[in-house]
């Protein structure tokens, strides 16, 4: 008996625990940009997951939005502010799979932060360099701002 309800506990409690295994995703793919975060806004909380998102089909399509279909995007990268300076790893496109797993050269970045399961968009005010991913490409963000 003890070993059934052991069994069962163990199953729940991993079903339970893996619900949000999106954000954990992240594919090395070889080739990746860093980026700086200087400072946030008093929105962000110790704890709070920062995220840079791709899309993962058509670029030009303008339809994917990060609020409405979230799963269009899939994560380059992402990072757990603890109140302090940090850089992130962004991944790009591994070319030699089928599959889109990273940025590609030039692609806009979706920066979100994740509270409650949700993606928050944000935006980055950039000290040097721009909002577009590229291959080994080092950028500083003097803040991140609530919205778009």
Not at 41 to 69: E, H, M, P, R, W
Not at 122 to 135: A, D, H
Request: include cysteine.
């Amino acid at each position: 008996m003890f070993k059934t309800c052991f069994s069962i506990f163990f199953c729940i409690s991993l079903n339970v625990c893996a619900q949000n295994t999106k954000v954990h995703n992240i594919v090395n793919t070889g080739i990746n940009m860093t980026v700086a975060i200087l400072a946030v806004d008093s929105f962000i909380q110790d704890g709070d997951t920062i995220v840079a998102l791709y899309k993962l089909n058509d670029l030009s399509s303008q339809t994917s939005n990060l609020l409405s279909n979230p799963h269009d995007f899939g994560v380059g990268g992402f990072t757990v502010w603890k109140g302090e300076r940090l850089a992130i790893a962004i991944w790009g496109d591994d070319s030699y799979s089928n599959d889109k797993d990273g940025f590609l050269t030039n692609e806009f970045i979706n920066w979100a932060v994740l509270k409650n399961n949700k993606y928050i968009p944000v935006q980055m005010i950039y000290k040097t360099g721009k909002n577009v991913w590229q291959p080994n490409g080092i950028s500083i963000v003097d803040s991140l701002k609530l919205g778009c």
